[in-house]
T-cell receptor, first 112, second 115 residues
Framework: SQQGEEDPQALSIQEGENATMNCSYK?????LQWYRQNSGRGLVHLIL?????REKHSGRLRVTLDTSKKSSSLLITASRAADTASYFC????????????FGQGTTLQVKP | DAGVIQSPRHEVTEMGQEVTLRCKPI?????LFWYRQTMMRGLELLIY????????DSGMPEDRFSAKMPNASFSTLKIQPSEPRDSAVYFC?????????????FGPGTRLTVL
């Protein structure tokens, strides 16, 4: 069963705009990670946020985590055409043995 | 480092045939994961290993699927006999530590088509 659910499923924006993707999950977690997948490629890790953290930054990426709402958001600022990809959240539920459960992903299209 | 290496990159086979997918993890990584990705089901964890030992194979869909890790630098995922519904992209990933607390590094995937 899916632990993480992304919203929206698809997002189309113009270059330079900000893109926000949301992830909701069901059970308590140790950590939450975001990954990017370009078409036809493997997933690439973007950022990890621990359950005791509320916000984390990495370059143009900003991730927030609200454990009370069991949700996270990924903000990409000043988007570029190269940001076009699918974005997945993945959780390491406390009940699990260290495996990640991936959501269905948000497909982002950035138009030049 | 070359990253996670998977072979073949594409595989087309006929129903009933045996398929073997191969993976070489990043040197020094203790964890190896096999995933399957389809449009309908998304990314599913099939099995993962720690120090060459299978830890959780609850995601393996049925007995037709088997995975081995004979040493720290090589793993195989075998489907015998293959069926059209096995068509998917299969990813191998490795990590230094446990999947939840450490980054997973994915290979480029093997696109399997079963006719």
């Amino acid at each position: 069963s899916q632990q993480g659910e992304e919203d929206p499923q698809a997002l189309s924006i113009q270059e330079g705009e900000n893109a926000t993707m949301n992830c909701s999950y069901k059970t308590s977690i140790n950590n939450l990670q975001w990954y990017r997948q370009n078409s036809g490629r493997g997933l690439v890790h973007l950022i990890l946020i621990r359950s005791n953290e509320r916000e984390k930054h990495s370059g143009r990426l900003r991730v927030t985590l609200d454990t009370s709402k069991k949700s996270s958001s990924l903000l990409i600022t000043a988007s570029r055409a190269a940001d076009t990809a699918s974005y997945f959240c993945a959780t390491d539920a406390r009940s699990n043995t260290g495996k990640l459960i991936f959501g269905q992903g948000t497909t982002l299209q950035v138009k030049p | 480092d070359a990253g996670v290496i998977q072979s073949p990159r594409h595989e087309v086979t006929e129903m009933g045939q045996e398929v073997t997918l191969r993976c070489k993890p990043i040197s020094g990584h203790d964890y190896l994961f096999w995933y399957r990705q389809t449009m309908m089901r998304g990314l599913e964890l099939l099995i993962y290993f720690n120090n060459n030992v299978p830890i959780d194979d609850s995601g393996m869909p049925e007995d037709r699927f088997s995975a081995k890790m004979p040493n720290a630098s090589f793993s195989t995922l075998k489907i015998q006999p293959s069926e059209p519904r096995d068509s998917a992209v299969y990813f191998c990933a490795s990590s230094l530590g446990r999947g939840g607390t450490d980054t997973q590094y994915f290979g480029p995937g093997t696109r399997l088509t079963v006719l």
